[in-house]
């Protein structure tokens, strides 16, 4: 428990046991429990509430981007995951075989899916026909299994919840494009909704997706300096679609292999709302994906025409499409002040006779944890102008705090300096794999992206002349 902390109990101190706070915080803010099966999770209500309103936000923009949504099986031939050698040796560690089903053995053991290239891939071999068909353009929300050593809950569980979507191109121009389009979709969400602002490049081949031609991620930066990977787009060349013979009959009568993409982002999401914006007290959440954005909580709420009025508020508010609780219950005010507070709700109005007597409330902004007076005439337009500004509000403040971390490095030990000091940290690297490892195993920092646009004049690990310019922090 926090020492100074006298808001909430049974919450490690964030600054001192940051692992433990976003555990107690996950646990006791009733957004998921420990599954009975080890790595995995239960998705409570409140959590998934949150997923939902990603989902969501999510599906209108890859609709608006001519994506459609289907689903595709769970379970995957073995024979299918064989066909792509890199993607294969890339899954296997990872990868749930069923051998037996209906009370026998199966004659072919069947893989729970780790990601779907393979199944998709089989199928859009038998649809595609001619260049009229293209481009293919869907996405399937779905769950996946990867057997995680280490597992903590929406960070790295051995089932977790995401969307993937899958496209394919008569050239490599438009698939390349279509890359670069849903990376840009995954950084104006993350940024507009998630209000967390992140660090958008190329991995190197290292750290690549296993069968793609390229890999973008955006990478953002968490409380204790860390960096999580929130989201990746694929350019995956024609390696899928000569493993699975996806061709089509082009305009000048000869068949060609397709260009197809892959992209996507998990659950993980909400642990980077979680490890972005929370506090002392608990959850700070963007108001854009909170389940609940207002709650009013009556001040001695006995007292005639109290709760009668929150009850109007309520409907107010709920109305102009707030989502809106009044909690009713026996608990005290100040109970609930701290209950709400550690749930993330960014704003919460406090209704008295007092207060209803002077034609105003009091309310609260999480983000800031500071109270002012707000007349109740017009209060549907003041709340939502006070949502709109905890919102970018928290955007800001997230990202000058990413900006006055991110320091250079010249040497393995400033790197490693850097790094210790939970920051992100550039450095001109010479594209050799052996100095990768080798900042790897010093510093135990990972490349996250490269940097487009700058240089450095040596690689930080060799001396030799830099052929590039990397982003290196230490990584959940």
């Not at 050593?149 to 977790?160: I, N």
Request: proline fraction near 4%; charged fraction near 25%; hydrophobic fraction near 40%.
């Amino acid at each position: 428990m926090a020492k100074d902390n006298q808001f909430v109990e049974n919450i490690a101190d964030i600054e001192t046991d940051f692992p433990q706070w976003y555990t107690d915080v996950v646990i006791k803010t009733k957004l998921v429990d420990y599954g009975p099966v080890k790595g995995t999770m239960v998705i409570r209500p409140y959590g998934y509430a949150i997923w939902e309103n990603i989902q969501k936000e999510l599906d209108a923009r890859f609709k608006a981007t001519g994506h459609e949504n289907a689903y595709f099986p769970l379970l995957i031939p073995m024979s299918f995951m064989t066909k792509e050698a890199e993607h294969v040796e890339g899954f296997a560690p990872e990868v749930a075989v069923v051998t037996h089903a209906g009370g026998g053995e199966l004659p072919e053991p069947l893989c729970i899916r780790p990601t779907s290239e393979t199944i998709i891939g089989n199928m859009y071999s038998k649809w595609l026909q001619s260049y009229r068909d293209l481009p293919i353009k869907m996405n399937q929300w779905a769950n996946v299994m990867r057997w995680e050593k280490t597992t903590r809950p929406f960070l790295r569980t051995s089932e977790f919840l995401w969307q993937e979507g899958h496209t394919v191109h008569a050239t490599e121009e438009e698939a390349i494009e279509e890359t670069m389009k849903m990376l840009s979709v995954y950084q104006e969400f993350a940024e507009n909704c998630l209000a967390i602002p992140v660090i958008t490049g190329r991995k190197t081949d290292k750290e690549k997706f296993a069968g793609a031609v390229a890999t973008y991620s955006i990478e953002a930066m968490m409380h204790d300096g860390k960096s999580l990977q929130s989201g990746t787009s694929h350019y995956l060349g024609q390696n899928f679609a000569k493993a699975f013979d996806i061709q089509f009959l082009d305009k000048d009568g000869e068949h060609k292999y397709g260009y197809t993409t892959s992209w996507g982002v998990s659950t993980r999401l909400i642990g980077a709302i979680i490890m972005t914006h929370g506090d002392a007290r608990g959850l700070v959440l963007p108001p854009v994906v909170a389940p609940t954005q207002v709650v009013i909580v009556p001040i001695a709420s006995k007292k005639p025409g109290v709760l009668e009025t929150c009850r109007e508020v309520k409907e107010q508010l709920a109305k102009a499409g707030i989502r809106v609780v009044l909690d009713e219950t026996d608990n005290s005010p100040g109970w609930k002040f701290n209950e709400w507070e550690m749930k993330g709700v960014p704003v919460r109005l406090e209704l008295g006779p007092r207060d209803i007597e002077a034609g105003k409330c009091l309310a609260f902004r999480r983000d800031e944890c500071t109270k002012a007076d707000m007349p109740l005439e017009g209060l549907v337009s003041s709340v939502e102008a006070l949502l709109k500004d905890v919102q970018s509000n928290m955007l800001e403040r997230a990202r000058k705090r990413t900006q006055d971390r991110i320091v250079y490095a010249n040497s393995v030990e400033e790197l490693l300096d850097g790094v210790e000091k939970q920051n992100f940290v550039k450095a001109g690297w010479c594209g050799c794999r052996a100095c990768e490892d080798r900042i790897k195993e010093e510093t135990a920092a990972s490349s996250r992206v490269i940097v487009e646009g700058e240089t450095a004049e040596t690689c930080v690990a060799c001396g030799k002349k830099a052929e590039k310019v990397v982003i290196f922090a230490r990584a959940y």
